[in-house]
């Protein structure tokens, strides 16, 4: 009987601790904040909204990519693309950030491509600084401080970039919040070409704040990017940075602290997660996944266009077995192989080739009824593990200026690096891209208001693929609980057969019925009783949560497209 006692205890431990479990689950707070887009340029809005910029082609992402189609390129004088035609090509996105005190809001592009935070600076006198609609002075905050050291600052590939000195300051996005916080204010800024000449985008943003890592082999000589010392500093219960665009491109979201399925097409999904490549490019702070191969399909067609080997390390050798694709969220367009722009753009009726820049590099140009997910092939990024990410015209054709669309990717030899893709909104406009600083991956999940006729596949024959299931992540959140609840049901309904086994042994009463005619019983003595209820109570299982509970975040607000030193 102790023996039966005990076990009984045991049972209703485990229940309960099953049950705890899950409503503590239940109980939890809201972990991420979220924050809706809006659609007007330029503005100074609530610190919860997020903004959305038309760039023109002298913009960060164009300036980067030297991008601009020549009259030379284009069928006739009717079609011909000069930079001003360009205005509305690129798209990206900012947040407003709180810094200082009292706090002071600045349009600050999120940018998990860099690892520097800087702004404007109100004693910097080249002509970009001067036309900022926001600029920072140390000075004025009473929680700031100038630590009298000259910033490493940046140089872009178009000869764009920055200097200044460094500076700790109060810095909030949304909960995220961190004191002290060191970044660059910046005291000269040069344009496209190195020229000190003010392109009007260089206003649309007033800085940038770098959501990558820091590179390595910089230790010592810089500090942690912010959301390194957000992690560092326990600022969110997750270490997690989403980002959303919605299908209109007029807007979007970005979440600090988790994900929101509400976000996703399937809201009862959970993002597939491809863990991020840990060798030189996660030494020089790029968030980079091994890219297998890249598909292009057609009316049931497809053609592997790039299948990758090996990719670029930091010395330019090469390195890995895989390709690298990095992901990019300060990059309107992508950067990707020649092969894969001909694929598609000999693929779409009437597109034509278009040259960029002063190199060999080169897009298409077609007519703006392409802009749909039928418009033409869809392109598949298959990484290592066997998740596919797939895109459609809807998302690599631009929106229409003067009549006319391109793509919004830019071909050149090999890739962005030999091996390596530049992955920017181009591919993320279709998906909630998850961030995960802890785990060290990357997840995708299909963005509400788009086709599942283009989304995430899988194969299950790729390497990296244990024993060709994937692992969903999501759905493990209550795998404990669930298996402790099952474990204590198992363990009281074992103990509730053994005593009634015990009890026909011996001639006792069941609770099925009364066995009569059993010398058991004196004569005095009475049946048992029927059960009336379950010994142990069972509560009821509650259904899984989403890991990271919903709840509106901070905004991401569009700006312009940016590639970080």
Known sequence: MLKLRALAALSLAVLQTALALDAQKLAQEPDYFEIPMGTTPNSMTPINTLLKDNLDANSFSARFMNYFVSKAATASNDSDITLQEYQHVMT?????????????????????????????????????????????????????????KTALGGKYADGSGYGGFRVTDDVAIGAAALKAFEFTQVTNYVSQGGSNRFNPSDADSDGIVGMGLHPQV?????????????????????????????????????????????????????????????????????????????????????????????????????EGNTGSAIIDTGTSQAIVSNALIDAIGSAIPGARRARVGRGGAFT??????????????????????????????????????????????????????QGTYLIGNTFLKRYVTVFDYDQRRIGFALGKGRSTDASISFNPNAPGVLGGVMRNFRNYQLVWSSLLLIFGLLLCGGTLLFRRMQLRRNGAPSQMGYKQNVPYYA??????????????????????????????????????????P
């Open 92 to 148: 990206e996105y900012r947040a407003m950030v709180q810094v200082g005190t009292p706090a002071k809001v600045y349009n600050l592009l999120l940018d998990t491509g860099s690892f520097d935070m800087w702004i404007y600076g109100s004693t910097c006198e080249s002509e970009a600084c001067k036309n900022a609609n926001n600029k920072y002075d140390v000075t004025k905050s009473t929680s700031g401080a100038n630590l009298n």
């Open 218 to 318: 910089l230790a010592g000589s810089v500090t942690n990017s912010f959301i390194e010392q957000v992690i560092s500093s326990k600022a969110l219960k997750s270490n997690i940075f989403s980002y959303f665009i919605d299908v209109m491109e007029a807007g979007g979201t970005a979440t600090l602290g988790g994900w929101n399925p509400n976000l996703f097409q399937n809201t009862t999904a959970a993002p597939s997660f491809v863990s991020l490549l840990s060798d030189d490019s996660i030494k020089d702070g790029k968030l980079a996944l091994p890219l297998l191969r890249v598909i292009v399909s057609k009316n049931g067609d497809s053609k592997v266009v790039d299948k990758f080997t090996s990719h670029a390390s930091s010395s330019g050798g090469p």
């Open 364 to 417: 298409y140009i077609m007519d703006c009824n392409s802009k749909a997910e039928n418009g033409g092939p869809t392109v598949t990024l298959e990484f290592a593990g066997g998740v596919q990410i797939t895109v459609t015209a809807l998302e690599y054709v631009s929106a229409p200026v003067n009549g006319q669309c391109q793509l919004m990717l830019q071909g050149a030899d090999g890739g962005f690096r």
């Open 523 to 564: 004569q005095n003595v009475q049946p048992l009783a029927p059960f009336q209820q379950p010994v142990y109570p069972v509560q009821p299982v509650y259904p899984n949560q989403p890991m990271y509970p919903t709840q509106p975040m901070y905004p991401v607000q569009p700006a312009r497209a940016y590639y970080g």
